[in-house]
């Protein structure tokens, strides 16, 4: 791996959060099972800063972003820590501030632009509809709104547009009507969930480009979950990554994408087919993500991690956070200058560096039961 | 009508008991093959319109190699490999599978084309029978070609293991039972159970989480030099597609633009659609971000595709002689597979372009 080490930087004051989740746990109560999908996340988001959350499915990246809008349903889902959005708690306002606040303040992308759309009205109608939902306007003003949101969004012909139905329209430019539905009430956070996924590759670059600019010139924070390594560095101010319902690695975009520290994550980027020799196996990640309703105990990446030990499955990692603000919960990370590094010949606990628990390391009953 | 050619450079296969051609006859000839379905509408139902999903596509796969085919979506890449496949009969054009034509009197018929010919879509659970568990699945088509029940079971587990799934474990479950990765491990198992020579895969991986993508594109490499065999790889990741392929076709509105060796179309793209479509490719890094997208709109309709060049209603460098003549991509199949051909009047000498090179023979 390349082991570019950014310059050292004193850590500066920040500004008060605009967004900010503390300790967030999701849990699915059914009568077969109890999925813990969410395991404790916390982050803090700035007005007018994108943050990538990248993981594979099951990682609990969309249930986090759906517990902002309070989207689950009520009697089989407990939702334990804070969420705050500007002066809203979302986690104790009352049901009918929460419908008012969805679209106006925390608005949502979805990745299937054809179900998030209701294939009887047309485009217009619906758009028009949203905008009459949240604000006191006239029928005439509502449809003028619309004309000027298409045109936001960059749809060519939009008059002509305003009158099409779903069906009519394109991908790519279904998806730039939902984002110009989500926009429709002037969001301060907008939710997007991977909503490049099912475009062609030219196409998702135009959607990409176009989000980028709207989120700058609106000055609205964004979460842009993805499972792409390639377009989280197209978007991303910070960047997160989940797995198994935890953040396991957080940071400025280019620090976690280009100078990777977690395991997962240099893994993930390892595994990923970008102009390696043809000859050569790609360096897959053996196994498969975990099973939500029986997590491993300690660090849930251990069952699939080459530096993995004992001293992996003992408890979940703390999270060891450098200057930069660079977070990394792996038992091999350590600060080195102020700087977060990794190195896979450190162990977890002094025990197991002094070689005293050697015997607990060869039995994998021990293993398990940690 | 079938031209022995001269394997391309590196992937010489090693003689098969199951040749027929011999080791420089292709494994397969596609020559001049059309679809178009046709767009019915009003009282009487009469054709309107058609759409030109497949537009007189011509190429060579030659034997042991992976020929990727990109291109956006609505380009006909996925009509194509249902026209490879027979799923849909065609309008026009031939396929010559090593060595013989397809279809045709003292040629393959069907049963035989589907032994040497298998496919694995790109929804692994759609294309596995949900009341099936998966080794009766993998032992279908065996036991259709006439295989006893229990040979079939023998090779159904066989091929488990081959695909790195545990028989005695996985056999006996049922599609839903799995994750995306083992379902897509079981479609190989099950395109790989008639001992084809040619797999086509579209969009094999592209469902598939990057940690289990990897995963599988390993797997695919494993069995392809085990098994001797050819893969025709259709996908729109362009990354994916240079690791595995050894040469690339594309398609761009029905017709194939261009076609040449992986690393030639990658380093050196001829055709300004090709140079586009590669420049949609995402950095890893944040400080490469591409700040304006290189191909704007999206693809003009294939029911009344564009006069001339289909691309130049967004190519950058169009000039008149785009609008109005449909430029040649060259005579693939006269020609050796490791030559990199593209449809485009900037590299056909004097075509009228003002980018056009001046000699013969420069590609």
Request: net charge neutral; proline share 8%.
């Amino acid at each position: 791996m390349n082991d570019m080490s950014p310059p050292a930087v004193a850590a500066v004051p920040r500004p008060e959060p605009f967004v900010r989740v503390e300790d967030l746990r999701v849990t699915f109560v059914s009568r077969d099972a109890t999925v813990r999908a969410v395991n404790g996340i916390s982050f803090d988001l700035e007005r007018g800063k994108v943050l990538c959350v990248i993981g594979e499915s099951g990682s609990g990246k969309s249930v986090m972003m759906r517990s902002l809008l309070r989207l689950h349903p009520k009697g089989r889902t407990v939702i334990e820590g804070g969420m705050r959005v500007g002066e809203h708690d979302i986690a104790s306002i009352g049901d009918r501030t929460m419908t008012k606040l969805r679209g106006s303040l925390v608005s949502m992308v979805f990745q299937e632009p054809m179900t998030a759309l209701d294939p009887l009205y047309t485009v217009g109608e619906q758009i028009a509809e949203t905008v009459r939902r949240h604000e006191k306007v006239s029928r005439e003003a509502a449809w003028a709104r619309a004309l000027e949101l298409l045109e936001l969004v960059r749809v060519p012909s939009p008059e002509r547009r305003l009158k099409a139905y779903p069906h009519e329209l394109s991908g790519g430019l279904r998806q730039r009507i939902v984002i110009a539905m989500a926009l429709s009430c002037r969001p301060s956070l907008l939710l997007a969930d991977e909503p490049t996924t099912a475009l062609d590759a030219s196409v998702q670059i135009q959607i990409l480009v176009l989000l980028r600019r709207i989120q700058r010139e609106m000055g609205m924070a964004m979460i842009f979950v993805t499972h792409d390594l390639g377009v989280a560095a197209q978007i991303a101010d910070e960047v997160a990554v989940m797995y198994a319902g935890r953040i396991i690695e957080y940071g400025d975009a280019r620090d976690v994408l280009v100078a990777p520290k977690h395991p997962y994550t240099r893994a993930m980027l390892a595994s990923t087919a970008k102009d390696q020799g043809r000859d050569h196996p790609l360096e897959a990640i053996a196994g498969s993500p975990p099973d939500l309703r029986a997590l491993p105990d300690g660090c849930s990446f251990a069952p699939r991690c080459a530096h993995a030990g004992p001293d992996c499955t003992r408890a979940v990692p703390a999270p060891v956070t450098d200057l930069r603000r660079h977070m990394a919960r792996c038992v091999r990370t350590r600060l080195k200058a102020g700087l977060l590094t990794f190195d896979p010949g450190v162990a977890g606990d002094p025990a197991v560096r002094e070689g005293i628990d050697l015997a607990a390391r060869s039995s994998p009953a021990h293993c398990a039961s940690a | 009508m079938i031209h022995p050619i001269a394997v391309a450079g590196g992937s010489h296969p090693s003689p098969d008991p199951r040749d027929r051609g011999g080791p420089a006859q292709p494994m397969l000839i596609v020559q001049g093959l059309k679809k178009s379905f046709p767009i019915r509408a009003g009282l009487l139902n009469r054709t309107v319109a058609e759409v030109r999903a497949v537009d007189d596509v011509s190429f060579v796969v030659v034997k042991g190699e992976t020929l990727g085919i990109v291109g956006e979506s609505g380009c006909g890449k996925s009509t194509l490999a249902r026209l490879l496949m027979h799923l849909i009969p065609k309008d026009a054009g031939q396929l010559v599978l090593d060595g013989d034509p397809v279809g045709e009197a003292r040629g393959v018929m069907l049963d035989e084309l589907r032994r040497s010919l298998q496919m694995v879509f790109q929804d692994s659970a759609s294309s596995l029978n949900p009341r099936l568990p998966i080794e009766q699945s993998i032992a279908y088509g065996p036991r259709v070609q006439g295989a006893s029940g229990s040979s079939a079971k023998a090779q159904a587990r066989s091929l488990m293991e081959k695909v790195g799934l545990n028989p005695s474990l996985f056999g006996q479950r049922y599609p839903h039972e799995l994750s995306g990765g083992q379902k897509q491990r079981v479609n190989i198992a099950r395109a790989l159970a008639l001992d084809p020579r040619l797999l086509i895969l579209d969009e094999a991986v592209s469902a598939l989480d990057k940690s289990v993508e990897a995963q599988v594109l390993n797997l695919l490499g494993v069995l392809k030099r085990q098994l001797n065999l050819t893969y025709i790889f259709i996908s729109h990741d362009l990354h994916v597609v240079r690791y595995i392929s050894d040469r690339v076709l594309v398609m761009y509105l029905g017709q194939v633009v261009e076609i040449g060796p992986v690393d030639a179309i990658y380093d050196d793209p001829k055709h300004p659609y090709t140079q586009a479509l590669l420049a949609c490719r995402l950095s890893m890094d944040p400080e490469a971000r591409v700040e304006a997208a290189p191909l704007a709109g999206d693809p003009p309709s294939p029911v009344s595709p564009p006069p001339g060049c289909r691309f130049h209603t967004r190519c950058p460098f169009v000039e008149e002689i785009c609008k109005t003549a449909a430029p040649v991509l060259g005579d693939v199949l006269a020609l050796a597979p490791e030559r990199h051909l593209a449809a485009c009047h900037m590299v056909q000498p004097g075509s009228g372009h003002s980018r056009a090179p001046d000699r013969v023979g420069v590609h």
